[in-house]
């Protein structure tokens, strides 16, 4: 299949096309961060948390998913760029891991919520549909594959904002998660559009795979909605530093998108009516250029790239 079959277009991204995608062998020390990273900001310090909870999970069934595609991409740019977007959340998915290390070592233990978004991703989105219903493997696939690219809509929007977050620098947040958040932001930039590309590739003919696009985005944003505000109000509930105090409330959570700790709701929500646009690519969203700049000055980025040791940076 060719470029403009895949939706890629170099005139309109000039910065897409020809960008490798590659993983970074990055690693954290947790052992200064504090469980309120953003100081006397529970509830956006939980909110950003339940990236820990979802993604570890979410990232190896991408994986996964990608992986049983493989054998369908004839595509040998495409086939690239999917192996280094594998890497990459392969990484993410590792390193998310061990910021819930640091959490059950800090007394918050997650499991009885993880063992839930495990279950959805092993079991409710496995290798074979639930519950035995009788559904095509390659259909099957191809509804996963989709449910990929509505995620990833998701953590380029995210990821674009954390690397333009200013207000959580101002506000003291640990310098470690922060990059932690930005490196895996600037990743998430760069690899915006593979997961797109790679469903529009193996997603069959149109009209079908444009209504399974709709369909699942329809499916996925409110799903990880709900899944945001269980994990927020679980670690609120469950953190052993706020014994007796309120629980997550809407409130706390829309004072601090007005102190720029959190995205507001449109910039969220904008991001489905865009990706219900039937000319639709994702090589529109952000700012790859950001986050090529972030990934040159990222601690973790360079240290991995050994550039230069963390020592030498403190
Ligand atoms: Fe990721
Ligand atoms: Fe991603």
């Known amino acids: 299949m060719n470029a403009s079959a895949n939706g890629r277009d170099p005139r309109e991204n000039p910065w897409g096309e020809g960008h490798e995608i590659a993983p970074r062998r990055v690693s954290f020390d947790w052992r200064e961060t504090p469980l309120h990273w953003i100081p006397d900001e529970p509830t956006a310090t939980h909110v950003i948390n339940v990236l820990h909870l979802l993604l570890p999970a979410g990232e190896r069934w991408f994986v996964k998913v990608f992986k049983e595609a493989l054998p369908l991409v004839d595509d040998p740019v495409l086939l690239k760029d999917v192996k280094g977007f594998m890497g990459q959340e392969a990484t993410h998915s590792v390193q998310h891991a061990y910021v819930l290390n640091h959490l059950a070592e800090q007394r918050l233990d997650t499991g009885p919520y993880t063992r839930h978004v495990d279950y959805l991703f092993e079991i409710l989105l ?9 559904w095509p493997q390659r259909e099957w696939l191809r509804f996963r594959l989709a449910i990929v690219a509505a995620i990833e809509q998701f953590t380029a929007v995210l990821g674009d904002w954390v690397l333009s977050a200013d207000a ?58 709900w899944l945001w505000g269980w994990g927020a109000a679980y670690l609120i509930r469950h953190d052993p530093q706020l014994a007796g105090r309120p629980r997550y409330s809407l409130r706390e959570h829309n004072r601090a998108v007005a102190k720029g700790l959190l995205p507001t709701w ?29 990934l040159a000055t990222s601690p973790a980025a360079r240290a991995a790239a050994g550039a230069v040791g963390r020592a030498a940076l403190g």
């Open 126 to 134: 496995g290798e074979r549909p639930p519950f035995g219903v009788p």
């Open 168 to 225: 959580l620098d101002r506000a003291g947040a640990d310098e470690v998660m922060l990059d932690l958040l930005r490196w895996h932001g600037a990743e998430e930039v760069e690899h915006r559009s593979v997961a797109f590309d790679m469903y529009q590739h193996c997603g069959g003919p149109d009209p079908v795979r444009y209504a399974r696009r709709l369909e699942t985005m329809a499916v996925t944003a409110p799903v990880m909605l």
């Open 266 to 294: 449109r910039e969220l929500g904008s991001a489905v009516p865009r990706y219900f646009r039937r000319s639709y690519h994702p090589s529109q969203e952000g700012s790859l250029r950001r986050a090529v700049d972030y």
